[in-house]
């Protein structure tokens, strides 16, 4: 998971998902941008990246019967809460 601005708010937020949730954050915090974010990149506001990669991504094994769907609940339960939290948040908080 990336977060363009290393927003401390946000980063708490990313930071309480496995426990909270049980979603599988395996990478160390990152300022990452994902290809999907580009056409924001001039906007100097804080953009959020998750990207699920290996083993499969991009190959011919990356077809939907390996996707868990216990563990697509999860991220999306995180998701719903990150994005509950952010729309609540301050423009500082989001931004500092």
Do not use: C
């Amino acid at each position: 998971m990336g977060v363009t601005n290393n927003a401390p708010f946000l980063q708490t937020l990313v930071d309480r998902g496995p426990a909270s949730y049980g979603v599988n954050v395996i990478a160390e915090r990152s300022t990452f941008q994902s290809g999907e974010t580009g056409g924001w990149t001039e906007l100097k506001v804080a953009k959020v990246s998750v990207m699920q990669a290996p083993p499969l991504y991009h190959t011919t094994g990356e077809v939907l019967d390996v996707i868990s769907a216990p563990g697509l609940e999860r991220m999306a339960r995180f998701l719903a809460n990150f994005v509950t939290a952010a729309a609540g948040a301050t423009r500082a908080q989001l931004n500092p």
